[in-house]
């Protein structure tokens, strides 16, 4: 385990003067970041989710509560995103982290006992709209689930040439559009384009017939990097800030038409929603477990020791529309991924491709080892072989107008949870 794990701010016994139950996802052990803003007020704020309360950062900073902490009065706090508090690095998130913690303890009086100061710092999260955390530069989506790439691999080329001949040697990834990373809640019209023809006729165009999800997670980075300069093995984890969930949605008949040689295109990059609290790497550090044995042992400058997953169990549930209620059909982890965060952040820089705080990166579909545990419809469905039988009526290949995806997750700690809310998005019509 981390020598994190003895950090104060994680002990499971702590207790916030916040009234938080067993199953929410925001105690006073998590503490995720966001940005929002409340209906009488246009200005975009930095919060942390307490409970049923997001506590305005912004508005403690105002007051100084962070003047004695390494950013000694600097503001990091006062804008729109959380970017300038991501470039200030390791020592500020922790410093600020313990600010907060102290703060929100059920034996601290600071603020428990300050009637007017709680009232203007703890907001019922009824009472806010959440707006995009972070001003994303530059989005790249990973490749890193083995069972994923298998599965796929098998249905398009064939088991026996499942993996390609790099997968056990490098993080495979692409480039993605930074311009269409949406927040949860942010519904997507189906997608057009070209898809792949009937022997030698020409491409039919239209909407696609096989828009599906991908369950994915991702991690912001924090401070940036020097063009040339890359961020080695040992340093990446200086640089990953926190995690957020992710839905990459896709159409695969448009993507399986364009991808050789080149890879993913339109079938990706028309929508990628993210959920909106960020939570901290440093909230996470108790539930790092050991990943996937790597055989063969990965390049040196790929190679790292200890435990390099996170146990964080992940579920997608689907709402058709007009029907009752969401169904759960995959349930993951992200502890089966085979290539590591640190491994993906070293990988992208290592040939001096710089990276800026804010740039987000995603994990690729997490896929576990059996089909109930498939990230996507594309494997659920087998291709659309196999539909998926509902559980309350109804079948799937793919996504239909009208279904809403909602992915959430979290890791269970000892009577407490550190969860990611949820990252939720309905499918519309294609626009004619």
């Given at each position: 385990m981390s020598s994190e794990m003895n950090n104060p701010t994680n002990d499971a016994a702590l207790r916030s003067f916040v009234p938080v139950s067993p199953e929410s996802h925001f105690p006073i052990q998590n503490l995720p970041y966001g940005v929002f803003r409340c209906a009488h007020n246009e200005r975009s704020r930095i919060g942390v989710a307490i409970g049923e309360f997001v506590l305005d950062v912004t508005a403690l900073e105002d007051r100084g509560f962070f003047d004695q902490t390494v950013l000694g009065g600097r503001r990091v706090f006062d804008g729109s995103s959380l970017n300038a508090f991501l470039a200030?690095?390791?020592?500020?998130?922790?410093?600020v982290r313990a600010v907060i913690s102290r703060l929100l303890r059920d034996d601290e009086p600071r603020l428990r006992d300050d009637a007017g100061l709680r009232d203007?710092?703890?907001?019922?999260?009824?009472?806010?709209?959440?707006?995009?955390?972070?001003?994303?530069?530059?989005?790249?989506?990973?490749?890193?689930?083995?069972?994923?790439?298998?599965?796929?691999?098998?249905?398009f080329r064939g088991k026996d040439n499942a993996l390609m001949p790099n997968y056990l040697w490098v993080p495979v990834g692409y480039h993605g559009r930074a311009s269409s990373v949406v927040l949860s809640g942010t519904d997507l019209h189906r997608p057009v384009g070209q898809s792949s023809p009937d022997g030698n006729a020409a491409p039919p165009f239209g909407p696609?017939?096989?828009?599906?999800?991908?369950?994915?997670?991702?991690?912001?980075?924090?401070?940036?990097?020097?063009?040339?300069?890359?961020?080695?093995?040992?340093?990446?984890?200086?640089h990953i800030f926190g995690m957020v969930l992710v839905n990459d949605w896709s159409a695969r008949d448009i993507q399986k038409w364009e991808y050789v040689p080149l890879g993913p295109f339109l079938g990706k990059n028309f929508g990628t929603s993210i959920s909106p609290?960020?939570?901290?790497?440093?909230?996470?550090?108790?539930?790092?477990?050991?990943?996937?044995?790597?055989e063969p042992g990965p390049l040196p400058y790929l190679s790292i020791q200890g435990n390099q997953a996170i146990d964080i169990g992940i579920e997608v549930s689907l709402r058709g529309e007009g029907s009752d209620g969401a169904e759960v059909i995959c349930r993951s982890n992200f502890r089966h991924l085979y290539w590591s965060?640190?491994?993906?952040?070293?990988?992208?820089?290592?040939?001096?491709?710089?990276?800026?705080?804010?740039?987000?990166?995603?994990?690729g579909t997490i896929s576990g080892p059996t089909p109930d545990s498939y990230g996507?419809?594309?494997?659920?469905?087998?291709?659309?072989?196999?539909?998926?039988?509902?559980?309350?009526?109804?079948?799937?290949?793919?996504?239909?107008?009208?279904?809403?995806?909602?992915?959430?997750?979290?890791?269970?700690?000892?009577g407490y949870r550190v969860g990611f809310g949820e990252v939720t998005g309905r499918i519309l019509p294609a626009r004619r």
């Open positions: 200030s690095g390791h020592t500020a998130w922790s410093e203007s710092v703890l907001i019922p999260m009824g009472r806010v709209e959440m707006r995009m955390p972070v001003a994303i530069g530059d989005y790249t989506d990973f490749y890193s689930s083995r069972e994923h790439a298998t599965n796929v691999g098998t249905m696609s017939q096989a828009v599906d999800f991908e369950l994915e997670m991702g991690f912001f980075v924090g401070p940036g990097s020097e063009l040339g300069r890359p961020i080695s093995i040992e340093e990446a984890r200086e609290w960020v939570v901290s790497m440093e909230a996470l550090e108790p539930f790092r477990c050991e990943g996937p044995v790597q965060m640190a491994q993906q952040l070293a990988h992208h820089t290592v040939n001096g491709c710089d990276v800026r705080p804010g740039d987000l990166m995603a994990s996507s419809m594309l494997e659920l469905s087998w291709g659309g072989q196999k539909p998926v039988t509902l559980p309350g009526g109804g079948e799937r290949r793919f996504l239909e107008d009208g279904d809403r995806v909602t992915i959430t997750g979290w890791c269970q700690g000892d």
